[in-house]
């Protein structure tokens, strides 16, 4: 099968590409506007297989979309292209609005098109799965929240977070955004939903938690904090750090997600996370005690750690239960927060200039020319 991958050249869509061309017989277009977030590096180790192919496409532009469509022939849309950065959503959100709102719709139109005129068994077995975001669903009462521990400030030890007895996100959690990203995430899990209720479009949506591991772009808190700490700089954590985030490894995901497209049910959404209930300071504090065994300092990686204003409007908690997609299409997690985590670290230590060549746009210059937008 041929499945079309928006957003390809991004920290997930380059996971999936990988774990797609290296695990299965299928071949993948990569359809990417190559935005500062987008790094056909982080695709390199694929993109010399017959089975790959690049289109430098915007998802806001249909003529474009349609001749992709008409020239790939795909079996299946996995619709990753997004701004996917919090920060930047506040900072400026019509961005957000114009790519993760307009450019679904665009997108879901050109699909729709294409797909209505496919002969009949092409068109049965035509799926759109689109990758959306927990942050859909608000944030979850948070441990801290609790009489005995309110004024108390929160202890970062996993075993004493005590979110047992606490609620986790299902796939029926009623919608309640809180940022302008997770609000345009959440307008696109709309349209696909319509687009399947009205048309009788093929859908599928997955909504995961924070995702980590190799090629996730610097401006995100683990790349960030490990890059940071290696050049000695402030380590800054929004406000106590007390946020709790439920983490999952980029390979586990990409594997549920390819599952989810070959193997889920149309109309169906699956909640996808880690079972990694970790505070943002128990996550940055784990990044340092590696640190500190890998490339010891004189001080303590952890001395680094600077406590900054908290984002504006931040949740506080998302915890995922991912029960449905672990019972009907036998999904589970192989990674656990503390092997991930090690993984990840290392890789960032060996792949250093990765990170410089994102940063500075230095690889698609050379491949693509000076146009590209960085
Ligand atoms: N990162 C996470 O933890 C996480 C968790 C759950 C869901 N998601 C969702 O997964 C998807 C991918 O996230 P990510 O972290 O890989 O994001 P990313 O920012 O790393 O990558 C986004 C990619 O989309 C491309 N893109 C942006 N605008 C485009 C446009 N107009 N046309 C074509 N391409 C465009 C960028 O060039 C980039 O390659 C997003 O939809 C995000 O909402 C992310």
């Known amino acids: 099968m041929k499945i079309l991958v928006t957003g390809g050249a991004g920290f997930i869509g380059s996971g999936v590409i990988r774990y797609i061309i290296n695990n299965t017989q299928d071949s993948v277009v990569n359809l990417d506007k190559l935005t500062y977030a987008g790094n056909l590096e982080s695709v390199a180790c ?9 289109e430098q496409v915007d998802i806001c532009n249909p003529s474009e979309l349609k001749r992709v469509f008409a020239e790939h022939q795909p079996d299946a849309v996995m619709h990753l292209a997004a701004e996917s950065h919090v920060d930047r959503s506040i900072d400026g959100p019509a961005e957000f609005i114009h790519t993760n709102i307009l450019g679904t719709y665009h997108l879901l139109e050109a699909a729709r098109a294409y797909w209505s005129q496919l002969e009949a068994e092409r068109k049965a077995a035509f799926r759109f799965h689109h ?14 929240d609790s009489v005995e521990l309110k004024d108390k400030t929160l202890n970062t030890q996993h075993s004493q977070l005590n979110t047992k007895d606490l609620p986790l996100f ?23 939903r319509a687009w399947l209720r009205t048309y009788g479009f093929p859908t599928l949506i997955t909504n995961c938690s924070n995702n980590y591991g190799p090629y996730h772009f610097p401006e995100k808190l683990i790349p960030l904090v490990i890059l940071n700490a290696l050049e000695g700089k402030p380590l800054p954590i929004y406000g106590k750090g007390d ?28 909640n996808i996370g880690g079972h990694n209930e970790k505070t943002n300071l128990e996550v940055v504090q784990t990044i340092c005690t590696i640190l500190d065994e890998l490339v010891p300092l004189k001080t303590q990686h952890s001395t680094l750690i600077t406590h900054v204003s ?19 299409l036998n999904w589970q997690p192989n990674e656990t927060f503390e092997s991930g985590i090690r993984k990840t670290v290392q890789w960032y230590l060996d792949n250093q200039q990765w990170c410089k060549n994102v940063q500075d746009g230095s690889y698609q210059r050379q491949r693509l020319g000076t146009s590209v937008e960085l």
């Open 170 to 192: 299902t796939e029926t959690t009623a919608y309640a955004p809180s940022s302008p990203y997770s609000a345009s995430k959440a307008s696109s899990d709309h349209l696909v």
């Open 310 to 328: 908290d984002r504006p409007g931040h949740d506080r908690r998302y915890a995922i239960d991912a029960s449905k997609i672990a019972k009907e």
């Open 243 to 270: 946020q709790i985030r439920d983490w999952l490894y980029i390979e586990d995901h990409a594997r549920a997600l390819y599952k989810v497209v070959t193997e889920g049910k149309i109309g169906e959404t699956y």
């Open 131 to 144: 990758i959306s975001t927990d942050e859909v669903y608000g944030d979850l009462p948070h441990p801290a």
């Open 46 to 54: 694929v993109s010399d297989s017959a089975r790959y192919a690049f």
